[in-house]
């Protein structure tokens, strides 16, 4: 027997589809793009292809960040009127790093009913064969572009003690492996290039052999970069320094180009400090010498 809420009327699924090998999609997935009455997409050809390698004809309809705002409420209309529409986006799950998110948020507030439907996606597989710690992770999805701004997101992950995954395009990955040597420190890492495709690669090493790998062979394709959790025993050094708290505020201020309340929070955290205690700690650091 199927959930009520696959049989309802009016409804929004969201499809995981395949990120590179076209036989990683799941039964139901095929089932619902059959059953529905239309198929939102980023590009309808690169779905059409799909489709056609499982003889499913279907009516499509974009549905990507360039036009999200006007096509979201006419998709939300349609439901309500009864339509049964399917997400997907070009690769993997809809919303991780892709649109989708106005369109689910207008659908609960007009109480469309929205369905998962769950399968492939880049960054588990990635992990899963890392070879990085996988307890605990952090998806930052894609690193800035710009140069400054790409070095002041990596210094806000410069602590973080879970494995770091970040997707990045091929002609960036060199300048972003450079940056995260720079400001993480040479730490393992895991490159892993067409996950699932014919040409699907795994590096591991540290982050300058990653660097010194794609000087050799450069890395062209969908990328997934997963870099180690922040050292415990840096963690332990950096609790027990010497540097007042104002002084590492300032610091990171002037090198990271953090606002104020961003550098706070940073070095509350290498400090083990919970939000208030750093405020706390700051007023005392900043107060006036007794005479």
Same mark, same amino acid.
């Given at each position: 027997?199927?959930?009520?809420?696959?049989?309802?009327?009016?409804?929004?699924?969201?499809?995981?589809?395949?990120?590179?090998?076209?036989?990683?999609?799941?039964?139901?997935?095929?089932?619902?793009? @059959?059953?529905?009455?239309?198929?939102?997409? $980023?590009?309808?050809?690169?779905?059409?292809?799909?489709?056609?390698?499982?003889?499913?004809?279907?009516?499509?309809?974009?549905?990507?960040?360039?036009?999200?705002?006007?096509?979201?409420?006419?998709?939300?209309?349609?439901?309500?009127?009864?339509?049964?529409?399917?997400? =997907?986006?070009?690769?993997?799950?809809?919303?991780?790093?892709?649109?989708?998110?106005?369109?689910?948020?207008?659908?609960?507030?007009?109480?469309?009913?929205? =369905?998962?439907?769950?399968?492939?996606?880049?960054?588990?597989?990635?992990?899963?064969?890392?070879?990085?710690?996988?307890?605990?992770?952090?998806?930052?999805?894609?690193?800035?572009?710009?140069?400054?701004?790409?070095?002041?997101?990596?210094?806000?992950? &410069?602590?973080?003690?879970?494995?770091?995954?970040?997707?990045?395009?091929?002609?960036?990955? /060199?300048?972003?492996?450079?940056?995260?040597?720079?400001?993480?420190?040479?730490?393992?890492?895991?490159?892993?290039? /067409?996950?699932?495709?014919?040409?699907? /690669? #795994?590096?591991?090493?540290?982050?300058? $052999?990653?660097?010194?790998?794609?000087? $050799? @062979?450069?890395?062209?394709?969908?990328?997934?970069?997963?870099?180690?959790? #922040?050292?415990?025993?840096?963690?332990?050094?950096?609790?027990?320094?010497?540097?007042?708290?104002?002084? &590492? =505020?300032? /610091?990171?201020?002037?090198?990271?180009?953090?606002?104020?309340?961003?550098?706070?929070?940073?070095?509350?955290?290498?400090?083990?400090?919970? @939000?208030?205690?750093?405020?706390?700690?700051?007023?005392?650091?900043?107060? $006036?010498?007794?005479?």
């Amino acid at each position: 027997m199927e959930p009520q809420s696959e049989s309802r009327a009016g409804c929004l699924y969201l499809v995981a589809t395949p990120i590179g090998n076209l036989e990683d999609i799941t039964l139901r997935a095929l089932r619902i793009l @059959k059953e529905v009455d239309q198929i939102a997409c $980023e590009d309808t050809r690169h779905t059409q292809k799909l489709l056609s390698h499982y003889n499913i004809r279907k009516s499509l309809v974009s549905y990507h960040e360039h036009n999200e705002m006007t096509r979201a409420p006419e998709l939300v209309v349609a439901m309500e009127d009864g339509a049964r529409i399917a997400l =997907v986006s070009d690769a993997g799950m809809p919303l991780v790093s892709d649109p989708g998110y106005r369109l689910v948020t207008l659908c609960l507030r007009h109480r469309v009913p929205v =369905v998962p439907i769950p399968g492939p996606s880049a960054l588990l597989a990635a992990l899963s064969a890392s070879g990085l710690p996988n307890e605990e992770f952090l998806f930052a999805g894609f690193l800035p572009a710009r140069s400054g701004e790409r070095r002041r997101a990596l210094e806000r992950l &410069r602590i973080e003690d879970r494995t770091v995954i970040l997707y990045e395009a091929p002609h960036r990955i /060199e300048e972003a492996l450079s940056d995260a040597r720079e400001i993480l420190g040479d730490r393992p890492a895991c490159l892993a290039r /067409e996950v699932t495709k014919l040409h699907e /690669e #795994f590096r591991r090493g540290s982050l300058s $052999e990653l660097s010194a790998s794609l000087s $050799e @062979k450069p890395a062209r394709g969908e990328i997934t970069l997963l870099i180690a959790p #922040f050292p415990a025993e840096e963690r332990a050094a950096q609790r027990d320094t010497s540097q007042s708290l104002a002084e &590492r =505020v300032d /610091e990171l201020i002037r090198q990271a180009k953090l606002d104020r309340k961003e550098a706070l929070k940073l070095a509350a955290k290498e400090r083990g400090l919970t @939000k208030r205690a750093a405020y706390q700690a700051l007023h005392l650091d900043l107060r $006036e010498p007794e005479a």
